[in-house]
């Protein structure tokens, strides 16, 4: 009988752990990924293991978007910023740069899921804007001969090259391939290293999604001036001598006081940043622009897979004439985003001077349009 009694305890027992066990198996499942580390990085800071060093891409005091957080579509109409007839990102010297740099270019092509032939097209085929809400990505870098991956939130006024989908693709201070934040991460519950921005809030931060594939690609993007007080259309794959006039920013945009000034501990300003007011002089204000019918071909809302350095074999973008019907994208605001406050780490470290392929300079001085 002793030993009955004995069996059925242990019997209980080991029930009643399985039990337990399951249920804290649930409970992660159900909070995601709460250990996630994700690193801040504020404008004109390059992070680790940058690809390059590049200069003047990113903008001080840019004027947040009223809607922040949660998952927003990568064409909603003024999700991104810009100076009209400038842009912060030249394109042509990061092509270059990788030609130059075969190994680099293996990695930074692997990461993009496309051959390393295609890098000439597949960059020129994007768009530069300025981010205008503090935005998760992953960010991959390149360290030993190899891409590297890890999550991180761009500080709003950070210059970024967008893909057609409306997705960051580039991050124009460093040349660092960007690809889409893993779900499972969840801003309100993770760990933050890397300067905090006045301003900063977990449940701010927002995700970009690819827009509607079944819509196209993006033809023009709405984009609103640092100030926030001026919208104007930018033809994908456009840099600035093809913007549209001066028109009203989109209706659920506001001008909005700048929370986003530079970090409190990053000095008196970062080689790699413009102050607000300092773009280039406009040269007048062409007519209304519609985007010619060289358009780009059509392309793969998805960017990017696992960072091996070894190129993809996705698919490559068509050639045709890829107009589809696109628009300028109908997408809508997501939720607010998780809550929590969470906590952070001062400081990730000294951080690499934005100091080389340095932006060629204009008429008088003035910085060009890249």
Known sequence: MLEINSLIKRGRGTAAATAALALAAGTLAGCGDAGAAITRLTVGSPGRDPYTLVSNTDRTGVAKRPARGGTTDGGTPGLYGGTRLASSCDQRKL??????????????????????????????????????TDTLVTNHGYRDGRATSEAAVLQAGMGVLVNGYGVPAVKCNCGNPLTRPENKIKTSHARYSGRKWPGFEQNNVTRIRPRDSRLGTIVVFVLVDPGGSTGFERPRSTTGPDDGPPMPPPPEETVSPSDSPAPTDSGGGSPGTLPPGSEPPESGSPGPQTPGSGEPGPESPGTGVSPGGEPGTGTTPGTGDGTGDGGTGSGTDGGTGDGGTGTGTPGDGPQSPVISMAPPTGPEGSPAAL
């Open 95 to 132: 092509i270059a740069f990788l030609q130059a740099n075969p190994d680099k270019a293996r990695a930074w092509a692997g990461v993009e899921g496309i051959p390393v032939s295609d890098i000439p097209r597949y960059v020129s085929r994007l768009t530069p804007v300025l981010l205008r």
